[in-house]
């Protein structure tokens, strides 16, 4: 049984669906929701899903990237679900290719540092582009930059707002972020 670890500060809406997934699974659990904010989306899924919680500190975070705590709960592969901060050197260094991440656009496009939630669909808007979509990628030490695992796209139409847009997004990542997870692990991780 692999055990997962879910990082989601933000709505939850993603953290949910992959609870959600992975719920009667023989193969993955879900054994940890890691979040940065009090009384976010997350951590109230996690609550009533009895899945047990950790609840992060910058200062701690940017040293130790609570390692020891991961090991403790024999936590064997990441996912980031709406987590903003840049993951410190030993947590990188400690999973290699067992950390992704959801980005609401199609990267190398739209991404970096600041480009998260509306201001990514506000720029892609702004910039005229036909399409949007998402990007699950692998995890590095700079922002939105690891390998790309996959990508679907989601057509801009013309009288597209940011939240309209977000909502076709969104709508994607629900879709297909806990299938590429469960793929992810049959095949890259059996
Ligand atoms: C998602 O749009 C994801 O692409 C980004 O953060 C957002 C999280 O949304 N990384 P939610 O909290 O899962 O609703």
């Not at 899924?45 to 090991?71: C, H, R, W």
């Not at 959801?102 to 720029?123: D, R, T």
């Not at 939105?144 to 709508?171: M, W, Y």
Request: glycine share 8%; hydrophobic share 40%; aromatic share 8%.
């Amino acid at each position: 049984m692999k055990h997962l670890a879910i990082f989601a500060s933000g709505a939850g809406s993603n953290a949910l669906k992959i609870i959600q997934h992975f719920k009667n699974s023989t193969s993955a659990k879900i054994a940890l929701v890691a979040c940065n904010k009090p009384g976010s989306g997350g951590l109230k899924i996690a609550g009533q899903e009895n899945i047990p919680v950790l609840m992060i500190e910058k200062k701690l975070f940017d040293t130790s990237g609570y390692l020891e705590e991961l090991k403790r709960r024999n936590i064997d592969f990441i996912i980031l679900a709406g987590f903003l901060w840049k993951l410190p050197p030993p947590l990188i260094n400690a999973y290699p290719s067992k950390i992704i991440n959801i980005h609401p656009a199609l990267l190398p496009s739209y991404g970096g540092k600041g480009m998260y939630g509306n201001a990514v669909h506000a720029a892609v808007i702004t910039a005229g582009e036909k399409q949007s979509g998402i990007t699950i990628h692998y995890v590095d030490d700079k922002y939105d930059h690891g390998e790309i695992i996959f990508q679907k796209t989601c057509p801009v139409d013309q009288n597209e707002t940011v939240e309209s847009l977000a909502r076709k997004v969104h709508e994607l990542e629900h879709t297909y972020y806990s299938k590429q997870i469960e793929k992810l692990l049959n095949t890259n991780y059996p």
